[in-house]
């Protein structure tokens, strides 16, 4: 029956986990997937999500089905956390929003409303490069997908001005993919007055904002921060739409745990697309799973596990800044040749290294450091006990 069913490619950033468990060597390091790990290499599960299972389990929860979109308290509780308690959509009522399989199921069910029912294009665009996912998610939910210039691989920085370019020559009306922040794969994020500029080009176009935040809190270490952008369009008087996940923030990978949600123009509006949102997903997997939801929406509604959290995610990106600059250091004075001031420019939880796919290759070979053959790698995985070895194979490996 299968006989003509092709062997398809591994993951480009999942494939690269496998290749690394599949080595033996002691020495290896996985900087392939965004994962946080602490420093020893060992993945970390925040205290303020052991606090709000053990406050859960005390509550002796059942396992009944959540709604269709989700639980109540999580998706009112993420989309503050998103656009701001006092922001006119949520003071108004005018979020639809819904509770999805993580980041990339948020992203899914965003896909599949707009290729149903956004009525002035099928094309979304998205940044060159962007995480690679993307691609296949809003492919597979029926849109057309094209890219705008995003990243200069001269400055290391972005292209802001192939970026205005592009958002000028776009269709009206088409849909344009953004990063709120810590952009993946390559770490560049516009400036705030970069971000104003974007935002106003976006506006005049009647272009339409789907914002990607999978990283909130983890660029600056404060999510207020990192909601920047977000809110800026929102404040403006634009209707985003937008991807959340708690899989980086809040360290719950393996939970699935986000939001998707829409600005609409009103509470009746709003109504009539969460309805809409329900047959989406509905046929799609029926409702989300309760757990990571319930530990998300205890640490986001309880002061002090917030507070507690909020410190949280500032160590994490704080650890990942303070290895960017150990690794600086390294390649400096290791005489690695080229300019490597773009690692500690660089934000979130990836650097664009500049390595290219051979350099790669020879890492994996020689010296058993895993990362994607774009040359990103997961600052997270690197910490005390590898960043010198890490170093000094990748000095080697620049030196030819
Ligand atoms: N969007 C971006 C840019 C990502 O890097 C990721 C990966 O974490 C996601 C979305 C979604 O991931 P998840 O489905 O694990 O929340
Ligand atoms: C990554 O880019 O490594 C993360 O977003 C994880 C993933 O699912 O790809």
């Given at each position: 029956?299968?006989?003509?069913?092709?062997?398809?490619?591994?993951?480009?950033i999942?494939?690269?986990?496998?290749?690394?468990?599949?080595?033996?060597?002691?020495?290896?390091i996985n900087?392939?997937v965004?994962?946080y790990?602490d420093?020893?290499?060992k993945?970390?599960?925040?205290?303020?999500?052991?606090?709000?299972?053990?406050?859960?389990?005390?509550t002796?929860?059942?396992?009944?089905?959540l709604?269709?979109?989700?639980l109540?308290e999580?998706?009112?509780?993420?989309?503050?956390?998103?656009?701001g308690a006092?922001?006119?959509?949520?003071?108004?009522?005018?979020?639809?929003?819904?509770?999805?399989?993580?980041?990339?199921?948020?992203?899914?069910?965003?896909?599949?409303f707009?290729?149903?029912?956004?009525?002035?294009s099928?094309?979304?665009?998205?940044?060159?490069?962007?995480?690679?996912?993307?691609?296949?998610?809003?492919?597979?939910?029926?849109l057309?997908?094209?890219?705008?210039?995003?990243?200069?691989?001269?400055?290391?920085?972005l292209?802001f001005?192939?970026?205005?370019?592009d958002?000028?020559?776009?269709?009206?009306?088409s849909?344009?993919?953004?990063?709120?922040?810590?952009?993946?794969?390559t770490g560049?994020?516009?400036?705030?007055?970069?971000?104003t500029e974007?935002?106003d080009?976006?506006?005049?176009?009647?272009?339409?904002?789907?914002f990607?935040?999978?990283?909130?809190?983890f660029?600056?270490g404060?999510?207020t921060?990192?909601?920047?952008?977000?809110?800026?369009?929102?404040s403006?008087?634009?209707q985003?739409?937008?991807?959340q996940?708690?899989?980086k923030?809040?360290g719950?990978?393996?939970e699935?745990v986000?939001?998707?949600?829409?600005?609409t123009?009103?509470?009746?509006?709003?109504a009539?697309?969460?309805?809409?949102?329900?047959?989406?997903?509905?046929?799609?997997y029926?409702?989300?799973?309760l757990h990571?939801?319930?530990?998300?929406?205890?640490?986001?509604t309880?002061?002090?596990l917030?507070?507690?959290?909020?410190?949280?995610?500032?160590?994490?990106?704080?650890?990942?800044i303070?290895?960017?600059?150990?690794?600086y250091?390294?390649l400096?004075?290791?005489?690695?040749?080229?300019e490597?001031?773009?690692?500690?420019?660089q934000i979130?939880?990836?650097?664009?290294?500049?390595?290219?796919?051979?350099?790669?290759?020879?890492?994996?070979?020689?010296?058993?450091?895993?990362?994607?053959?774009?040359g990103?790698?997961?600052?997270?995985?690197?910490?005390g006990?590898?960043?010198?070895?890490?170093s000094?194979?990748v000095?080697?490996?620049?030196k030819?």
């Open positions: 029956t299968w006989s003509a069913v092709p062997a398809g490619p591994p993951d480009p999942l494939g690269v986990t496998e290749a690394f468990k599949a080595d033996k060597d002691p020495r290896k900087l392939g965004g994962a790990r420093d020893n290499g993945p970390y599960v925040l205290g303020s999500v052991k606090k709000a299972e053990a406050f859960l389990e005390s002796n929860p059942d396992k009944e089905y709604p269709i979109t989700g109540p999580f998706t009112k509780a993420a989309a503050k956390l998103a656009y006092d922001s006119t959509p949520l003071t108004t009522n005018s979020v639809a929003v819904t509770q999805s399989i993580s980041g990339t199921g948020a992203l899914r069910i965003g896909g599949a707009l290729s149903r029912f956004y009525p002035h099928k094309t979304i665009y998205l940044p060159n490069p962007s995480w690679g996912n993307h691609t296949p998610i809003f492919r597979d939910s029926g057309e997908v094209k890219t705008y210039r995003y990243f200069d691989k001269k400055t290391v920085g292209d001005a192939g970026l205005k370019e958002l000028k020559s776009m269709p009206v009306g849909i344009v993919l953004l990063h709120a922040c810590a952009h993946n794969p560049v994020d516009p400036t705030p007055e970069q971000w974007i935002s080009l976006i506006q005049e176009k009647q272009l339409f904002p789907f990607d935040m999978a990283y909130q809190g660029a600056s404060n999510t921060r990192d909601a920047f952008a977000v809110r800026h369009f929102v403006s008087g634009q985003i739409a937008l991807s996940s708690f899989a923030n809040m719950l990978y393996g699935r986000g939001a998707f949600s829409l600005v123009a009103d509470p009746e509006e709003k009539r697309v969460e309805s809409q949102l329900k047959i989406v997903v509905r046929p799609m029926s409702n989300p799973p990571g939801a319930r530990i998300a929406s205890t640490i986001l309880k002061e002090e917030y507070k507690e959290w909020e410190g949280e995610v500032k160590l994490m990106a704080d650890r990942i303070s290895m960017r600059d150990r690794l250091d390294n400096v004075s290791l005489g690695t040749p080229g490597w001031g773009h690692i500690k420019s979130g939880m990836f650097s664009f290294t500049g390595l290219t796919q051979p350099q790669t290759k020879a890492l994996a070979e020689k010296a058993h450091i895993y990362l994607t053959a774009d990103r790698i997961s600052m997270a995985g690197l910490n006990n590898n960043i010198d070895y890490f000094e194979s000095s080697k490996v620049v030819g």
